[in-house]
């Protein structure tokens, strides 16, 4: 290879080196090894190789000051001389030579952004640095640039071009990050998953590894860190050639799957032309390799002893298998060694296969080391030969075509959907017209024939009224002539007979004529209900029986809230004794009561606030107040009872206060586990808790601690409805929100849905939406940042479990509870996996309140992060 004394400055040229490696440069005949039908369809692509030389480091300038740098290179005529001695000297060509001071963009542009652009047109590509332990291999390949972007690698600057030249919502990258150690395959983003195994296609002969960890890029930030994280799992260890010399080989895999379909074709109407000719998209995949190999070493430089030497054995067999494989295919030779490494079966399609490959070659320039750099130079040197067909991979993307005609179904069957219901409700108005008209009709009919009959009545009586009368008058013209002729008496008889012969047919005639219109209207009746359908019919029987029930269902109503009222009614009402006396009830003693037996009223809750006000005048409320300590169960409760009715009132809740009520009250709950004073109790403080300036004193005092005890206690439903009244009052004051929370009282709130009574769980529910009510107002004002402390204590799973609940009340507070949660960019993410996406979605388009409604739709469109996961699933609000 090199040229003997004579020829100081022999050029090492590769036999089939060309200065330009064209994309679609032809093969030369000496080296194809692929059938004419291979060819057919494939590109030649000799693997492209660039030398890289590192400056001297510290150590260098102090051991090798006297001495001159072992190589010498010529940039723009693509040379690199290697010095032998001081007069003699080999010189090599290379595709690329990058000087000391070449920046880490140049190297990229040279070396890797050819590869990339492949890449992305459907090919697969692979960039490798190859070289002696500490020459810059990893510093070229896996620097992240964090201090300093100007010194960003070849992996940071590829990913960018890739995600600057696809689109996010059609085209997709996974990422695999892995190292080949000690001849185990283990996985950098997973450090758990280290024995990986290589599968090898039998047809096409393609490698893959199904076991690797693989994750989806969207960003440049995520990619950096998934980097990072790989860079933190691969093993380093300090040589005496490199404090952090690499012990394994870094493989970083990327597949890139890209539409080549124009964007334009994504509209709504390029859908439906290719729905209806059901012509699916084309799709490439093309996949770029990244392979930071680690440093060849010899044994007596490195100073390895120990695991480290093992180490150093497996790397240096590893890269004589490489070397060993470059140098078959650079030869032409019928078999090649690609099954003595893993490293040579991972690159089986880099070298030799369908990869168009970039090789950078990094040296460094200590004559000390001048026979590593030989070797790696003369390894750059038969790489060049290695010719690789390249092969574009295209297929249709028949899953994207799919998921369009599942879209294309769903709205059909959404019409269809639609166009049966107003089918069905056209037949309902056809049957209820068909209804009203033979009602109508029936009417009718029936008023006709009311009237002929009426008519044919009061003809035939007036008829017989005149035979009566000409009869009478004929009987006194008999009896003034004295004599009457029995001819003429015979003629008028038989006169009168045929009248009267004649009325009658007329009567019968009436009679037909009233039976035949009965039989046509029954005709008519029995052939209107017959056009109608049985379906018409048994929801003819539905609708009656559902109004039978409905009634029941008010008269129990009405039943309920009779006992509700005489149950209030019973704070008003004094307990009478056998013996007329009211000794051993200090309640009852008093003399002011006594009108409370005659207050009631026919409204209940008007009678009951009558008597109570006036008991309240009468008595005194610190008496009332008194009686809450009283020995006397009995006199307790409705001592109780009566605070809890005048703190109903807004007028008494202040001087309720003031008086020491809502420290009883408080001492009440303390104190007494009587569940009907808890219950009244509770419900008394909720009266108060309605108040801004009472709900601080509340929490003075330490009342959304008793309240959470009595919530952890209680099994009535009633008691933990105004348990959870008091707290849901509570949670709509903005200044309470940490101390609610801190306290117990959001813990408390959510503890209560276990009662799963629909009066509880909606005062659960209006809580919860007062709580998001307030955060949401607070993070507008800039006054808080963070997630939700509902997130926090875990209320959006039952937040969203009861989004579409049937209880109307439920539904619209957690739905308002959801919109505010959702106005919150940091809420986002946590909603979104917590499925609440959804719910807003059908809150903006089913809520039957429109304020609900465009509220959920400003928060939708208003969030960067909803919109961007909206458009991954390609919904339009």
Known sequence: MATGGGNRNGVHKSPNLRTSASFKSKLPTSNVRRSAAAAADSVSGRVRVAVRLRPRNTEELVADADFADCVDLQPELKRLKLRKNNWDSDTFEFDEVLTEFASQKRVYEVVAKPVVESVLEGYNGTVMAYGQTGTGKTYTLGRLGDEDTSARGIMVRAMEDILANISPEIDSISVSFLQLYMESIQDLLNPANDNISIVEDQKTGDVSLPGATVWEIRDQQSFIQLLRLGEAHRIAANTKLNTESSRSHALLMVQ???????????????????????????????????????GSERIHKSGSEGHMLEEAKSINLSLSALGKCINALAENSPHVPVRDSKLTRLL??????????????????????????????????????????????????YKSLAKRLEMEIDKLMAENERQEKVYENEIERIRLEAQKRVAEAERNYVEALEEEKTKCQMDYMESIKKLEEKWTTNQQKHAINGEINNGARNEEVAELKKLLQDEVCLRKAAEDEIHNLKSQLFRFSKLEL???????????????EESCQKKKLEEEVRVLRSQLAQMSIEANQTRSYPDGSNSGNPLLGLDSLAPLNHMRSRDGNNGDRASITNLHEQVGLQKILSLLESEDANVRIHAVKVVANLAAEEGNQEKIVEAGGLTSLLMLLRTYEDETIRRIAAGAIANLAMNEANQELIMAQGGICLLAITATDAEDPQTLRMVAGAIANLCGNDKLQMRLRSEGGIKALLGMVRCRHPDVLSQVARGIANFAKCESRASTQGSRHGRSLLIDDGALPWIVQNANSEASLIRRHVELALCHLAQHEVNAKDMISGGALWELVRISRDCSREDIRALARRTLTSSSTFQSELRRLRIEV
């Open 530 to 544: 017959a056009g109608g359908n049985s379906d018409s019919f048994n929801l003819q029987q539905v609708l009656e």
């Open 256 to 294: 890139v799957k890209k539409s080549v379909v124009d964007r334009d074709e994504f509209s709504l109407e390029a859908q439906n032309r290719s729905i209806g000719n059901l012509r699916p998209p084309m799709l490439r995949k093309g996949k770029l390799i990244v392979v930071d190999l680690a």
């Open 348 to 397: 089986k399609d880099s070298f030799g296969g369908t990869s168009r490959t970039s090789l950078v070659v990094t040296i460094g320039p200590s004559p000390r080391h001048r026979a590593e750099t030989a070797s790696t130079i003369m390894f750059g040197q038969r790489a060049m030969k290695v010719e690789n067909m390249l092969k574009i991979k295209e297929e249709f993307d």
